[in-house]
């Protein structure tokens, strides 16, 4: 891959990285929070390269992302609860890494094109765009919004619900991550597995994303009324 080519791809995960964590957690730009979060995809990706470094192997480069997103949560969103800090920190980037897995697994190959890594290929940044502008369009068009919870006192319905979400999350990462491992770096066909984890995520993700967003909705009416009632 030319340096040039290295060079755009690297804008532009970093720039998705961004506006997905941004946008999704209503968050404000700044020039300095644009630093900080380079610094710490920078610090990231030193600590995963020298863990690959220490243990000869790629197994860690596979979690940087939940990492960094939590990274970014602790950063921005403190003093948060640990549990929401997990949800702001991996909601974003488990909606792009389904859209983006649906796009290579499904998608590609009614075109002919043969599912795998496509990073290090101009393909790369057309699907990376295309899966941040999936999950941007997703969450506008059904009015996704979960930063109510960051404002409220989380009750015990909130609090099972993101906890729920949250080991949802983690294992998704840690089963789908580790079986691509698998394939890619140890030479085991894992694809039939990833696909199949893969469409009962997507299933089980949807449905606890809308089950949260209803109790939202019928929590924010309930304040509504018992304000009109005062």
């Known amino acids: 891959m030319s340096v040039l080519n290295y060079i755009i791809e690297a804008i532009v995960s970093l720039g998705s990285l961004i506006v997905l964590f941004f946008s999704v957690n209503r968050l404000k730009y700044s020039i300095r929070s644009i630093l900080l979060v380079i610094l710490l995809r920078v610090s990231v990706a030193a600590l ?40 702001c920190g991996l909601f974003p980037f488990i909606l792009e890494n389904l859209f983006y897995r649906m796009v290579l697994y499904f998608i590609f190959p009614l075109f002919g094109q043969t599912p795998g890594i496509i990073e290090d290929t101009p393909t790369f940044v057309f699907v990376n765009l295309l899966s941040t502008l999936s999950v941007l369009f997703f969450l506008g068009w059904l009015r996704y919004d979960f930063v109510k919870l960051r404002t409220d006192n989380l009750v015990a319905e909130d609090k099972r619900i993101l906890y729920m979400t949250n080991w949802v999350m983690l294992a998704y990462y840690l089963l789908m991550q580790t079986l691509t491992y698998l394939e890619y770096d140890i030479g085991l066909p894992t694809m039939a597995y990833r696909q199949f984890i893969l469409v009962t995520y997507l299933v089980i993700f949807m449905g606890i994303i809308k089950q949260l967003d209803i109790h939202l909705r019928e929590k924010i009416k309930k304040q509504t009324d018992l304000q009109q009632d005062n």
Request: charged share 10%; hydrophobic share 55%.
């Open 48 to 87: 995963f390269a020298t863990l690959s470094q220490l243990f000869s192997s790629q197994f860690f480069s596979y979690f940087d992302t939940p990492l960094y997103g939590l990274l970014l949560a602790i950063v921005f969103l403190r003093p948060l609860s640990k549990t929401l800090l997990i949800f």
